[in-house]
């Protein structure tokens, strides 16, 4: 079993900056590949970015250039620098972890989930 906890969300006015943090515990952090999805009410989660457990990443063309996802796998951690948000990043984020090394971007290829933080980008 692997438990996830997400902070870091909050309100920002477009333009700004958060930065999200997942801190698991329960097994080994280390070779579970990481991955932070959203969802906007109304709609579907969306994969958002993915770490392997090598540290190669992948994310969704709507955020690339803007955020950046990353792991310390000394503090069991994977954190998501959002930059230059704009108010359709507006969603609650979910951090996530596979039993596997690789990530996917589809939501039912991860096992373990966080309870997610609402970050709301206001124009």
């Known amino acids: 079993q692997v438990q996830l906890v997400e902070s870091g969300g909050g309100l920002v006015q477009a333009g700004g900056s958060l930065r999200l943090s997942c801190v698991a515990s329960?097994?080994?952090?280390?070779?579970?590949?990481m991955g932070w999805f959203r969802q906007a009410p109304g709609k579907e989660r969306e994969f958002v970015a993915g770490?392997?457990?090598?540290?190669?990443?992948a994310y969704t063309d709507p955020v690339k250039g803007r955020f950046t996802i990353s792991r310390d796998n000394a503090k069991n951690t994977v954190y998501l620098q959002m930059n230059s948000l704009k108010p359709e990043d507006t969603a609650v984020y979910y951090c996530a972890a596979r039993s596997t090394s690789g990530y996917a971007t589809t939501p039912a290829l991860y096992q373990y989930w966080g309870q997610g933080t609402q970050v709301t980008v206001s124009s």
């Open positions: 329960g097994r080994t952090f280390s070779r579970n590949a």
């Open positions: 770490i392997s457990w090598s540290g190669s990443t």
